[in-house]
């Protein structure tokens, strides 16, 4: 069996690298990302020469510098090339766990991002939200401990208006609620939905309305 080597490689080479093992190598994206996270050292090997030789031939065309080697057997390596295997494990381990801490990072910073607003979007944030209060078994899903904690209060508190209660303070916070879950790619994206929900609360709440006219009204002849 062949395998393909290549040194350390900055976070574009990386990239590159993993596209390349997902186009020409067939491995499903998140693997060809950890293999192509594990230079320096081994990225891909295979039975297939051919396969072998077209992954080193792109990897060139791309500007890198893949080497291929003969994998060694377990049972024939000698004390240096357990070392060096050691080694270059280490080293690749090392390399995965920057690229994850990196991922992670920049995941945190857009989550972050996208909870900086302006007076006026702040404003908007904290108004009256209809979704919440019609819907507020929906928003419970993104409310974090202390809140869902508030909510069992006021159902256990005041057992006869609970839903009253929850109405009342899911409306007020309910765009609060949302926005904080972070589930959003930008204001306007987290605006949106929120129209949405807000136009069927208030569609359902007006049918309620009637319905319950109609029904007083038939009561009373």
């Known amino acids: 069996m062949k395998a393909i080597f290549l040194p350390q490689l900055t976070e574009d080479q990386m990239r590159r690298t993993a596209m390349i093992l997902w186009e020409t190598g067939k491995l499903d994206w998140g693997r060809a990302k950890t293999q192509a996270s594990s230079a320096p050292g ?3 090997a295979a039975n297939d020469e051919g396969q072998i030789n077209s992954i080193a031939e792109a990897l060139k065309k791309s500007g ?7 994998r060694e057997s377990k049972m024939e390596l000698s004390e240096d090339a357990r070392r060096r295997i050691f080694n270059e494990e280490l080293v690749r381990e ?3 766990r920057r690229v994850q801490e990196e991922e992670r990072a920049k995941e945190e910073a857009r989550r972050q991002a996208t909870l900086l607003t302006t ?3 702040e404003a908007s944030i904290n108004r009256w939200s209809w979704g919440g209060g019609m819907f507020e078994w ?5 409310m974090n401990a202390n809140q869902r904690g508030i909510v069992v209060l006021l159902i256990s508190l005041i057992p006869y208006l609970g839903a009253l209660a929850m109405f009342i ?3 007020l916070k309910g765009r609060r609620i949302a926005w904080e879950s972070r589930e ?9 939905c929120q129209r949405i929900w807000d136009r069927w609360a208030l569609w359902i709440l ?8 109609l029904v007083v009204l038939s009561g009373l002849r």
Request: aromatic fraction near 14%; charge should be negative.
């Open 206 to 213: 007006a049918m309620g309305i009637v319905l319950g006219a």
């Open 184 to 192: 959003w790619k930008d204001y306007d994206d987290f605006e949106a």
């Open 119 to 121: 007076p006026e979007q």
């Open 42 to 44: 081994e990225v891909f």
């Open 94 to 96: 090392q390399s995965r």
């Open 169 to 171: 303070y899911v409306g």
């Open 64 to 70: 890198l510098s893949p080497e291929i080697r003969e």
């Open 138 to 142: 929906i928003y419970l899903s993104a």
